[in-house]
């Protein structure tokens, strides 16, 4: 960006409009997760201001989505995490200044809410809504459209000629003080059907946010820095209630809950299911769960959960090792992972077990853990039920979190600016981590290739049995199991050959 002293005019009297802009969030394939922090935030302005909801990847022609309303904008918003969505929203950043330098940029999300000093002294960003931003947005807006700047608004920092102010935090709000997202201001029905276009999604899925934060403290996770280990749940009526009223309106068969922890509380959960039976809602629902957590529910609670619909849940395991376990707080462990799946496979529910690779140790000295360590207790996981998908990711230390400070440590370069943090990405980031380049290759192709085949889960087992499509099956299967068991995955022609005629990884994780 330009170094030009900025010409933003926090005097918006008269202007009409809010704009909030989701940037994609993140570099390379992933299905499209509704942008509802948009919502969330735009929902104490309804009726008040006239509100346009973009999302770069479902929004046609986004740039003008944006850019056509600028004259009559009190501000525009931008969400995002650290990363890719950074970089995609500086590019809007930059697109707005072009055309009207003084219509103020609001920054919110995970990362504006770590460092809004920082995100502040870019010239993508005049103010930062930190934390929870339903509250403190609305402050912000209307203390633009009455002409200030956000002065004294808890959990706002802003830029001025004179420097950066940054206001006192916000406490936190108990999310049944929310009001619900309106998802009408989001394009809910587009979203879907370009999942079912460029995901090959067959039903019509979206998401739902039931809870917030969690009461865990994983070294990896940035949940504690924004939440403070707190959880709230939305009271299980209003769940019921706006799942089914979602489930009616955009005609769904399948609500993923996009919670950080949607199993923290038992009798809620329990609740959760007894309503969705009672109410009659045929839908499958997938939601996160602890490892330690779902394998110590009660019988009829986890009767009820299968019964209710849910069809599949996702479990960070992220690791097998003890050592590991403990250098990251995981609060479980390897029998907690196994006895979880051994609850799956009884209530016969799918389980999703997310594992993570490469975790900082000290330079010089080998790892705790491997990848292959890794497969092989993916194996035992597949051998007790073969609804067991995995996945494994490789160890990015994200901001805010331990395992970022201790990386650091390590001697990890941190990025100084809004502009630096664009580009750390899992996907491109090299350097600096603890996983050599043909360990990522093996992670790439176990994860979407030579797993899901050796071990085929119930919809895979379906077409190695029947159908014109058997055949390729068959032969895909014999050749995975034949190198897992081996161990054996170079020069692998298969692996290349399907890359050509499958583009994503071929496991969902929901
Ligand atoms: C859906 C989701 C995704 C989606 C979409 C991302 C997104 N931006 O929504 C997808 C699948 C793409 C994704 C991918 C990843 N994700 Co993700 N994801 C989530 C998840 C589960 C839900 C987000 C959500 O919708 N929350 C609901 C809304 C209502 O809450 P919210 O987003 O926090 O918004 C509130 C405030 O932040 C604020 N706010 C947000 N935006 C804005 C904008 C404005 C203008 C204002 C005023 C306020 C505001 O107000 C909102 C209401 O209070 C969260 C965990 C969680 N439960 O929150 C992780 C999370 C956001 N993901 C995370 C990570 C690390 C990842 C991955 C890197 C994982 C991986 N290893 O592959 C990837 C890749 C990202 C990349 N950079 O390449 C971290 C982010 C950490 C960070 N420092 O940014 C989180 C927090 C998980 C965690 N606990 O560590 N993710
Ligand atoms: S259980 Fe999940 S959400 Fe909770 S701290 Fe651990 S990783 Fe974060």
Redesign the pocket.
Known sequence: MSTVARKTNYDRRGKQKVV???PT????H??I?????????AAPLEGKYDLHLVDERVTPNYEQAVLNHLDDTVCV?????????IKRGIAMARQIRAMDPEVPI?????????FPEQCCESEACDIV?A????V??RE?VESLAAGRAPRDIPGAAYWTADGIVVNQPRPLTNIND?LP?PYHLLDVNRAIELNQKINHEKIRTT?F?SS?G?PGKCG????A??FQRRWFGLDAERVVAEVTDLVKTYRLDQVNF???NFFANQKRVAAICRGFIESGLDIRWVA?ARPDTFHRYKQETLELIRDSGCKRIIVGAESAAEPVLELISKGATAEDHLKSAEVCRDYGIGGTFTF?TGFPHPPGTPPQETTQDLLDFIQRLKHIHPDIRTKI??F?P????PLYDLSVQYGMPEPKSLEEWAD????TMKESQWVEPWERQLIEKVNGFYFPFAYPDSTMQRSLKHGIKKWPYRIMHSLAKTRVNREFYWAPVEWELFKRFKKDTFEPIA
């Open positions: 909030l802009f989701f969030p993140a570099y390379g992933y299905r997760e509704l942008g509802l922090a948009l919502a969330v935030v918003g931008i969400s995002s995490i650290t990363g890719y969505q609001v920054w919110g999300g995970y990362h504006p809410s770590l809504c934390g929870q931003g339903d403190t947005f912000i929310v997202a998401e946010h917030q969690c990896y996770c940035a949940d820095s924004l996009s919670d950080a996160s993570i990711f490789v990015t994200y901001p805010g979190t750390y990405n899992p996907a």
